[in-house]
């Protein structure tokens, strides 16, 4: 039986109430800016349910999530994070996406003109997993399933969980099928969804028949995660198993 988790991006909303709902260990992601406010958020969610683990999902400024585009500076900043012991033993998410919130021409500029601080920046990143194991942090990295401009890493070299996001919601359906089975190939945790809209806004809703059968179909995956906190009710949570 699968592990049902949760991706909350907006922690300080009132979501976090949702967690009463959950009656499984289960682990849910909080974003947060920093560390500091994360512990918040942490604190808060275990005085609501004591059977959640709360990770931490650091949320950067400037790109939103991490990639070779965010600057040195933010990811310094989270490499001396990943160092505090405040964090030791607490799983952490490194969301590695393109960040799509900004216009696409800053995007289209940077690789032409600044791809070499792109690959150093992409160096940088991979150095952040041996700073998350000096506090014997969990490390999951949410992913594309097919990576793009070092948003994925060698797993071989690096002891990391991949989560594939595998939202069907915003999937074409004559694609459905085929993302589905390539995602269950990779043996993988996967995340589901989207039963909440997220940081874009635009991001349709899963309906609870595609969810379960998404849940069915990927039942022998240890772990998933659900997107998000936010979009979970009591009716929802027994449905699933959460």
Request: net charge positive; aromatic share 14%; hydrophobic share 40%.
């Amino acid at each position: 039986m699968s592990l049902i988790n949760f991706f909350e991006e907006f922690s300080d909303s009132g979501s976090l109430l949702n967690a009463k709902f959950i009656k499984n260990k289960s682990i849910v992601f909080l974003a947060a800016k920093s560390l500091k406010q994360f512990l918040s958020f942490a604190k808060k969610i275990r005085s609501i349910n004591k059977k959640v683990v709360p990770g931490y999902w650091p949320i950067i400024e400037g790109t939103y999530w991490i990639s070779p585009f965010t600057s040195e500076t933010e990811l310094n900043r989270l490499g001396r994070e990943f160092m505090n012991e405040k964090l030791k033993g607490i799983p952490v998410l490194l969301d590695l996406e393109l960040p799509t919130l900004r216009p696409k021409r800053d995007l289209i500029k940077q690789i032409l003109f600044n791809f070499t601080t792109l690959k150093n920046n992409a160096t940088i990143i991979s150095g952040l997993y041996s700073q998350l194991q000096h506090n014997k942090s969990p490390i999951y990295s949410a992913e594309y399933p097919i990576p793009f401009l070092d948003l994925s890493f060698n797993y071989k070299k690096i002891p990391c969980q991949r989560i594939y996001m595998c939202y069907t919601s915003m999937s074409p359906n004559i694609l459905k099928s085929a993302f589905r089975y390539f995602v269950k190939k990779q043996h993988c945790p996967v995340g589901l969804g989207v039963i909440a809209k997220g940081i874009l806004g635009d991001e349709k809703i899963i309906t609870e028949k595609d969810l379960l059968y998404d849940l069915k179909y990927f039942k022998d995956t240890k772990e998933i995660f659900i997107f998000r906190l936010g979009g979970l009710t009591y009716e929802l949570a027994v449905k699933i198993g959460a």
